[in-house]
């Protein structure tokens, strides 16, 4: 990794009198920031290379139009009269410029209805096959993430990380409508910042792009030493504005000589697990029949759709490429994913390694970002420079929750899994003082009876007092919000009563837990209570009323019932299917999301928020099932069929997916899987 400093150049700078005006021909830049001086300074004296071979594209309708005045010398791409004829609507770039190009379009949909724009890029190989083209023609494509990369779950806050793949492709930022303005800035101060001869070479090399991601990347705020360049913090697949350090960023490209130029790495899978089969290992429409969303030199992409528990890879980066002829040095990293999970072992030289991994259940940031994608990131140096990263990723379905065995057998597979967090709002909010004031041991609600029995008596504590403690705030929001006369005062109180309230939420308990994370984990061992709703239905169904929640409630505790781990009695009261002791792992989660539901939409609306119906995913990624699989071995440990639990009712298949209408031992009849237009829900049959 280069390292560049700025002390000499910001004593040149001083000696210049910038008040000078340039002649508008000369400028690279109007900007009369550091990095435009840096800029204009730079061409002047003939060491970069400016903006005339560089053409930009805004696709959006000039909805987050790049301000074109601010670098004079940069060419607009105009649309020729063959698309004005089409009336090619804004939107994804569609076609692959013979430009060195760089555009974006800042629009997307919400997550549910389509979302960003990269996301409809990475749900099919044809896209993602696109953006390798583009990549490697010098063009370059900014879109804000806009829904598709927030903390929540099904929408509720957010919908986590929903991007299937992580790309050298694209810049994806943080935000909606207008984010991707830095990154623009950015990318083009350090375009114009490369020394003349090194982007002439660049882009006829067609390695423009490539080597900009790698100065980026590397130039970034988080990324401080060489060691740092291989984590994760440095790939995100979507990046945030105050991350950028621009000027770091312009003083790479500006050293970067054509003998310093990175290498690109182009990535070949030479072997894999055999291919799961359709039908048996797993069930989508006939159009799909591997696992396969993009085998790209740059990224190697797999939806992770069969059953077995591992996958083993063995891929190839000697079809990398160094411009300078020099010798090339590999690094393999793990980027997300649990290292436990995931074994990578190259050869003595580094360019190529065995990648064996295991499905991963949801992987969870300290920010709180869901996402259910394992990214390996694979650089190379040629002593000088390192290059941007080649990606091999995986995505774990989110709306399929897997039980296996130690070993590695596959005991369930749940293919309409639930909301596994309880829903706690910030640490700041001020619902914490009423769940605080459900700790005091002369409340009567059975929610508060329930919580104190789990939550350790320290936490318990803890909970009241900040009510106590900070009762006389909340009061005083209270009157300062009631008068006309005092009510600019509140924003300054309510600040004040977060901040309290926030320090003393995320306060430590004796055994080094915050109050937080003992809170959420009593609302899970609440859940977890086999008997949490069966043995105070009555209550928690008037709960359920009064919340105004009645409805959601039914349909949770129907799908408990649908899933066979819920029973209603002659007398119309709902039981254990099996008692505690005989329930599988897939039944006690089954349980866990139905329990999670009865505290967020009875015992707790008040306090907990979350979604309480099924994972939503991508139904350009795969087809919905409501229907749980629990799988069958004889005693030498070969698979013989599995029983499929849905609507209430099992059918039972044998080991090579086909129908059992009479049962183990009976006939075998092959079955056809549709799509029922109705619900989206993926329908099976006897063919």
């Not at 409630?553 to 299917?577: C, I, K, P």
């Amino acid at each position: 990794m280069q390292n560049v400093t700025r002390t000499g150049i910001r004593w040149r700078l001083a000696t210049v009198f910038f008040t000078v005006a340039l002649q508008a021909g000369a400028q690279v830049t109007t900007r009369n920031d550091t990095v435009g001086r840096l800029l204009n300074l730079w061409f002047d004296e003939g060491s970069a290379a400016g903006l005339d071979r560089i053409t930009y594209e805004n696709r959006d309708g000039a909805h987050s139009p790049l301000n074109t005045a601010e670098w004079p010398q940069l060419h607009v791409y105009q649309p020729t009269e063959e698309e004005k004829k089409l009336g090619a609507a804004p939107g994804a770039a569609m076609m692959v410029r013979p430009l060195a190009l760089i555009g974006n379009a800042s629009m997307a949909a919400p997550a549910d209805k389509g979302g960003s724009i990269p996301r409809l890029y990475e749900a099919s190989a044809s896209g993602m096959n696109f953006l390798t083209n583009q990549y490697l023609s010098n063009n370059l494509f900014f879109y804000p993430s806009h829904q598709d990369h927030l903390p929540g779950w099904n929408g509720v806050g957010g919908w986590g990380d929903l991007y299937p793949t992580n790309t050298p492709w694209v810049i994806i930022s943080q935000g909606s409508s207008g984010t991707d303005q830095p990154f623009l800035r950015a990318f083009l101060s350090a375009t114009a910042a490369l020394p003349r001869d090194t982007q002439r070479r660049l882009i006829s090399a067609r390695l423009l792009m490539p080597v900009l991601q790698s100065l980026f990347r590397q130039s970034n705020k988080p990324v401080r030493t060489q060691e740092d360049y291989f984590t994760g913090a440095a790939h995100p697949p979507v990046f945030r504005a105050e991350n950028i350090d621009e000027e770091r960023f312009v003083l790479a490209a500006h050293s970067l000589t054509q003998f310093a130029i990175p290498p690109l790495v182009a990535l070949a899978v030479k072997s894999e697990s055999p291919e799961p089969q359709n039908g048996r290992d797993y069930f989508e429409l006939p159009v799909i029949n591997n696992e396969k969303l993009s085998d790209s030199p740059c990224v190697i992409a797999r939806i992770f759709r069969g059953s077995a528990f591992r996958r083993e890879l063995t891929v190839s980066a000697r079809r990398s490429n160094d411009i300078g002829g020099h010798p090339i040095q590999f690094h393999w990293a793990l980027l997300q994913g649990d290292a436990h999970r995931v074994k990578i072992e190259p050869t003595s030289d580094g360019s190529e390694a065995q990648i064996t991994l295991a499905w991963h259940p949801e992987i969870r940031s300290a920010a709180g970002l869901a996402s259910h994608r394992v990214d390996i990131g694979v650089f190379a140096t040629n002593g000088i420079t390192w290059s941007a990263p080649a990606f091999i990723t995986f995505f774990m379905l989110p709306n399929e929750l897997r039980q296996y065995r130690d070993d590695g057998q596959l005991e369930e597979i749940n293919y309409e899994a639930g909301n596994p967090h309880p829903g706690l709002p910030s640490s700041n909010d001020l619902r914490w003082l009423n769940l605080g004031h459900k700790m005091s041991p002369s409340e009567p609600s059975l929610a508060g009876k329930l919580l104190r029995d789990v939550l350790p008596e320290a936490a318990a504590k803890m909970l009241l007092d900040t009510a106590e403690v900070l009762a006389a705030k909340q009061e005083n929001l209270r009157k300062l919000n009631a008068d006309i006369q005092t009510k600019p005062q509140a924003a300054a109180a309510l600040s004040e009563l977060e901040t309290a309230l926030r320090q003393r939420v995320e306060a430590s308990l004796p055994d080094g837990k915050t109050l937080r994370e003992v809170v959420q984990n009593a609302f899970v061992k609440l859940a977890e209570k086999p008997d949490l709703f069966t043995a105070n239905q009555s209550t928690i169904l008037t709960a359920a009323k009064n919340s105004g929640n009645i409805t959601d409630f039914f349909a949770a505790r129907q799908r408990a019932l649908d899933f066979r781990v819920l029973a209603e009695d002659d007398g119309g009261h709902y039981v254990l299917l099996r008692k505690p002791k005989q329930l599988s792992a897939g039944d006690i989660a089954v349980l866990r999301d139905f329990h999670l539901s009865v505290l967020a939409l009875a015992l707790f609306p008040e306090f907990l928020e979350r979604s309480n119906k099924p994972a939503w995913v991508d139904p350009r990624l795969t087809t919905l099932k409501a229907w749980r699989d629990l799988h069958h071995y004889d005693n030498e440990g070969r698979e013989i069929g599995w029983t499929r639990i849905t609507n209430g009712r099992e059918y039972e298949f044998d080991a090579e997916g086909r129908l059992l209408p009479d049962g183990p031992g009976g006939r075998a009849v092959p079955v056809k899987y549709a799509r029922d237009e109705a619900t989206g829900h993926l329908l099976f049959a006897p063919k």
